[in-house]
């Protein structure tokens, strides 16, 4: 190793296996990479050797010339690295990651994501940029303004891009397209590098980053794990949701609780809720107490027990006050920093025995346990307005916390569902179902996002865009599961016919939404401003082909509210029976503006939720608050694009958008 590298894993006796694997390709070479490899091998340090090759590049003297040098001076105004992380909370650890690492080098490193925003000069000032999928696309969907920054990124990082399953991979496909093709057009390099869990049709995934099979693809199986892992799959009786259902997992769950104890193990219980976090600490409780064996969990005896009880007095929950003294702590992200840290610290430390905590403590914060059980698989989603199945990065988050290599020689990750769904966890985990693409539900959208930057100005240009998504690796190897038939497939390889048949339809779609101009004789696309605006804001076209017929030049708030109520965005939002009552009385006390239809129709509940949250509205049901901030955050965004909209037609007057958007 040179000294620019011995001097940023200071502390390092060697590299593991797997980074001396990657090595000779990540650090000598600017190949694309794809890395398959399990949680807890130890990827980030791979990626750290292709920033520290971007960053040799730009500094003097070159790392090659002068091997055992350590001094370096770095021209910083040179190059950009852009680290892409799947969630906010995995972007804020990367960020203090990379920086504390880099800081010799004076290289900045800032957190760019809806939390944290940046001013022009500060991206200017920064070298490594760490943001998330969605942020990122909308940075590059601006044709002006941040151009500087985007034609100067020498390498971008995915993180997990196993996340193409989800349903926020269209937009990884989408970036990585866009970067392909401004590689191709500028001629300027951009290194793109791909790390995921180990998944089966990785051939695809690194076809679809144009990686080398022969030079840049590396897979690495379980047995590279720092620590083994055990892995137990349980199903229960019951149809998830029931009541039945719930108390067979619970008492699942501390069976499994009381067996780790029992072997002198530390265990982590992940449930999928904030409120569940308290519930399911009580219930472990009160069974240890029904089944007496209350010592097993019982904190007293350990060295820091005494300043804990310090600690816990200038707490704020007074549910951690209540539960510390039994020896089992909470945690999630609705919890004040400090009390998070405090209990962070507590289970580092082993004064707490076992951490009740939601999925957020998987991906934020590196806090291993000899054991992890996942207690039921139902989460809810906002997005989806209903209660939808634990995504299958999340299960493999948890149990790769499962297990540290400094601290235990086994993890054990256990999972408790319902029978019904155990087959699909099992295949999941163990990688057997392939990663296919999203890509095609979002088709409409991201063609919008293309014509607006005016990188696809023709069909001919949609259909080569559409070349470089994963959508059409996909299709290509296995055009069944896509709908197209064999005799399709062998008399069209490449599918061209295909790919122009659905860029021609989402283009139909985008002029009858009146966001481009489309003449079907020259095949010629060309936007129009209020598809650059939906671009820019990130507005569905179907919120847009609302705005449309509804948007008047003179409204007042209440059509304003009930336009945004009936955006595509809050589609899938649903009505719960047990929430008529709650709704109801939000309807009656905090909702000013009338509301047309019943608390059961979806327009209507966003409506009500919308004005509650302006009113500023305490919620009692934890799903509608959840609800709340969904409808919150995206209406926010909505509004701006409505005010854009209604300048753009002239319509001054039309004063209830701006209030309505700074009442939000």
Known sequence: MDGLCKRTFKGYKSLNRMQSLVYPIAYKTSENMLICAPTGAGKTDAAMLTILHAIGENVSPHPSEN???????????????????????????????????????????????????????????????????????????????DTELVQKVRLLIIDEVHMLHDDRGSVLESLVARTERQVE??????????????????????????????????????????????????????????????????????????????????????????????????????????????????????????????????????????????????????????????????????????????????????????????????????????????????????????????????????????????????????????????????????????????????????????????????MKRDPLTYGIDWAEARDDPNLVQRRRQLCIQAAKTLQQSQMIIFNETTEELRSKDVGRIASQFYVLHTSIQIFNTMMQPQSSEADVLTMIAMSGEFDQIQSRDSESKELTSLREDFSPCQVKGGTDSSHAKTNILLQSYISRAKLEDFALANDTNYVAQQSARICRALFMIALNRRWEENLAIPTSSSSI
Request: hydrophobic fraction near 40%; include cysteine.
């Open 67 to 145: 091997p055992e040098s350590s001094d370096f001076v770095v021209n910083f105004n040179d190059f950009k690295i852009v680290y892409v992380a799947p969630m906010k909370a995995l972007a804020a650890e990367i960020t203090q990651k990379l920086g504390s690492r880099l800081a010799w080098l004076g290289i900045q490193v800032r957190e760019f994501t809806g939390d944290m925003h940046l001013t022009k000069k500060e991206i200017t000032q920064t070298q490594i940029i760490v943001t998330t999928p969605e942020k990122w696309d909308v940075v590059t969907r601006k044709g002006t303004g």
């Open 185 to 474: 057009s500028t001629q300027s390099l951009i290194r793109i590098v791909g790390l995921s869990a180990t998944l089966p049709n990785y051939i695809d995934v690194a076809d679809f980053l144009k990686v080398n099979r022969h030079a840049g693809l590396f897979y690495f199986d379980a047995s590279f794990r720092p620590v083994p892992l055990e892995q137990h799959f349980i199903g229960v009786k019951g149809k998830a949701g029931t009541r039945q259902s719930r108390e067979n997992i619970d008492t699942t769950a501390f069976e499994k609780v009381r067996e780790m104890l029992e072997l002198d193990h530390q265990v982590m219980v992940f449930v999928h809720s904030r409120k569940d976090t308290f519930n399911t600490a009580k219930m472990l409780y009160e069974k240890a107490v029904e089944q007496v064996c209350v010592d097993l969990f019982d904190p007293t005896n350990h060295p820091q027990y005494e300043a804990a009880v310090k600690d816990m007095k200038s707490s704020r929950g007074r549910e951690l006050r209540e539960l510390v003294p039994k020896g089992i702590g909470i945690h999630h992200a609705g919890m004040a920093r400090s009390d998070r840290n405090l209990m962070e610290r507590l289970f580092g430390s082993g004064v707490l025995k076992v951490l009740v905590c939601t999925a957020t403590l998987a991906w934020g914060v590196n806090l291993p346990a000899a054991a992890v059980v996942i207690k039921g698989t139902q989460v809810y989603s906002a997005q989806d307005g209903k209660f939808i199945d634990l995504g299958i990065l999340d299960v493999l988050q948890i149990f790769g916390r499962a297990g540290r290599p400094q601290f235990q020689d086994t993890g054990i990750g256990m999972i408790c569902t319902t029978a019904d769904k155990l087959d699909h966890y099992l295949q999941a985990v163990t990688s057997q179902v392939p990663i296919e693409s999203r890509f095609s539900k979002h088709l409409v959208d991201n063609l919008n996002a293309e014509i607006g930057l005016g990188t696809v100005t023709s069909i001919p240009e949609a259909v080569a865009w559409l070349g470089y998504s994963y959508l059409f690796v996909r």
